[in-house]
C-alpha cells in the first residue's frame, strides 16, 4: 500500500468547511482549506493554501492511499485508491496585482468528469522556447541544427546532444541513424550498459533516424532476420521501461522530436509549482536525477553555492573523493567562459566568481 495519503477534515469553519492534505507519513505535502468535498460536475474548486498545518481540532472524514502523484507543469495530477472520486488535479497560477506590483497565488482543485463536461479551449502544458543552451558531443560528426539555440561542442558523459539548464545537464539524447542501430545489436550487452547509463538522467532518449518497419524488412537487414530484429527491440523496451526510445523516420524528423523535447522539458522545469509540494513529489517518485557526474556537481557548486574567494583546498573539502584533474578541468573551463578569473599561480591560487 502506498505511503501517500490523502485526508479530508471537517473544520467547522462556514467559508472553507474542509481541509484536504496530502501526506507522507507525518510529512504534510500539500494542506489547503476547501469549499467541498470534492468537486461537483463542471465545476472547479478555489482553494485557500493552509499555513499552520498543524491543527488538531479538525474531524477527519476520510483517508484514501493515493496510488500516484505527478507534477505535468503548473498542475498537480493526483489518483486515489477508490473506485469513484479517484481522479483529480490541482491548477496552481500566479497572477499579477491589478492595483500594486507583485503577484499572488491561486489554486483550484479539478476532477477528471469537471474537465471533460467543461470542454476547456485545448491548451499545451509545454510551450514552446527556442532560447535552448544544447551541448553536442565532440565525437559528433555532422551534427543536427538547432536554429536559434545557444549550441556548444563539448566532450559529453552519455549521449550524443545534452539540454543545459540551470547549470547542469537537464536531458540527454543518444542519436542512431539505421545502420549505427543496425551495427550495435552485434553486442547487446553493452547497448544495454549504454542505454542504462542514459536511463540515469531524469529526462533521456534514443532517438533513431529510422522507422520500426525498416527493422523488419528482410531487404535492409543483411545477416539479422526480422524475427530476431523484433524480439531485439522488444527486449530493449522491456529492459528499459523508463527510458524513450523513438522510431522517428529520418534525420529531419528526429532533429525536430529532440528539439520539440527539449522545449517541452525547459517549459515543464520553469512552470510555477510551489517549492514544497515539488519537493515532496520528488521525495515520493522513482529518482531519475542524475545531472551530468561529479564535473558538473563541481560546475554547479562553484556557480551557485560558493560567496566570495575560494581555492582548490575548498573544492577537495568539498568532493573529498574527486581527482584534482577533474577539479582543475573544470576551474579551466569556467576560467575560458569568463565566469571565473585566479589571482596568483600553483598551490596558492585564489579563484574569484565574475560578477555581471
Known amino acids: 500500500m502506498s505511503d501517500l495519503l490523502w485526508v479530508l477534515e471537517s473544520t467547522k469553519n462556514d467559508k472553507?468547511?474542509?481541509?484536504?492534505s496530502i501526506k507522507k507519513g507525518d510529512t504534510v505535502i500539500l494542506s489547503l482549506f476547501v469549499q467541498n468535498k470534492w468537486p461537483g460536475a463542471g465545476s472547479q474548486i478555489f482553494c485557500l493554501k493552509d499555513t499552520n498545518e498543524q491543527s488538531n481540532d479538525y474531524e477527519v472524514i476520510e483517508k484514501v492511499p493515493i496510488i500516484s502523484i505527478d507534477r505535468y507543469g503548473k498542475r498537480l495530477s493526483v489518483v486515489l485508491d477508490r473506485g469513484v472520486n479517484k481522479r483529480c488535479e490541482f491548477l496552481f497560477l500566479k497572477k499579477k496585482y491589478k492595483n500594486k506590483e507583485g503577484e499572488?497565488?491561486?489554486?483550484?482543485?479539478?476532477?477528471?468528469?469537471g474537465l471533460k463536461e467543461h470542454k476547456p479551449r485545448v491548451?499545451?502544458?509545454?510551450?514552446?522556447?527556442?532560447?535552448?543552451?544544447?551541448?553536442?558531443?565532440?565525437n559528433e560528426k555532422y551534427p543536427w541544427k538547432f536554429t536559434n539555440c545557444i549550441v556548444e561542442k563539448v566532450q559529453l558523459p552519455a549521449g550524443d546532444?545534452?539540454?543545459?539548464?540551470n547549470n547542469e545537464i537537464a536531458a540527454?539524447?543518444?542519436?542512431k541513424s539505421f545502420e549505427n542501430f543496425r551495427a550495435d545489436i552485434a553486442n547487446l550487452p553493452i547497448l544495454h550498459q549504454k542505454l542504462g547509463e542514459l536511463e540515469k538522467y531524469k529526462h533521456s532518449a534514443l532517438v533513431i533516424e529510422a522507422n520500426y518497419s525498416d527493422y523488419l524488412n528482410p531487404d535492409k537487414l543483411s545477416i539479422y532476420t526480422p524475427s530476431y530484429m523484433a524480439k531485439v527491440i522488444a527486449e530493449i523496451f522491456a529492459f528499459h521501461p523508463k527510458f524513450q526510445?523513438?522510431?522517428?523516420?529520418?534525420?529531419?524528423?528526429?532533429n525536430e522530436w529532440t528539439l520539440r523535447f527539449f522545449q517541452a522539458i525547459i517549459s515543464h522545469e520553469s512552470e510555477y509549482i510551489p517549492d514544497r509540494v515539488a519537493e515532496g513529489i520528488s521525495d515520493y517518485q522513482t529518482k531519475n536525477d542524475f545531472t551530468g557526474g561529479i564535473y558538473f556537481e563541481i560546475r554547479k557548486e562553484i556557480l551557485e553555492n560558493i560567496n566570495g574567494d575560494f581555492t582548490i583546498s575548498d573544492l577537495r573539502n568539498r568532493f573529498a573523493n574527486t581527482p584534482d584533474s577533474t577539479i582543475r578541468k573544470v576551474l579551466n573551463d569556467l576560467k575560458?567562459?569568463?565566469?571565473?578569473i585566479s589571482h596568483g599561480r600553483g598551490k596558492g591560487s585564489i579563484w574569484t566568481k565574475v560578477q555581471y
Request: hydrophobic share 45%.
Open 16 to 20: 472553507f468547511p474542509y481541509r484536504l
Open 104 to 113: 499572488y497565488e491561486q489554486i483550484f482543485w479539478r476532477t477528471q468528469q
Open 123 to 138: 491548451k499545451l502544458t509545454a510551450k514552446g522556447n527556442n532560447n535552448l543552451h544544447i551541448l553536442i558531443d565532440a
Open 161 to 165: 546532444y545534452a539540454l543545459f539548464y
Open 172 to 175: 540527454v539524447v543518444e542519436r
Open 245 to 254: 526510445i523513438i522510431f522517428a523516420g529520418n534525420r529531419k524528423l528526429a
Open 336 to 340: 575560458k567562459e569568463s565566469l571565473i
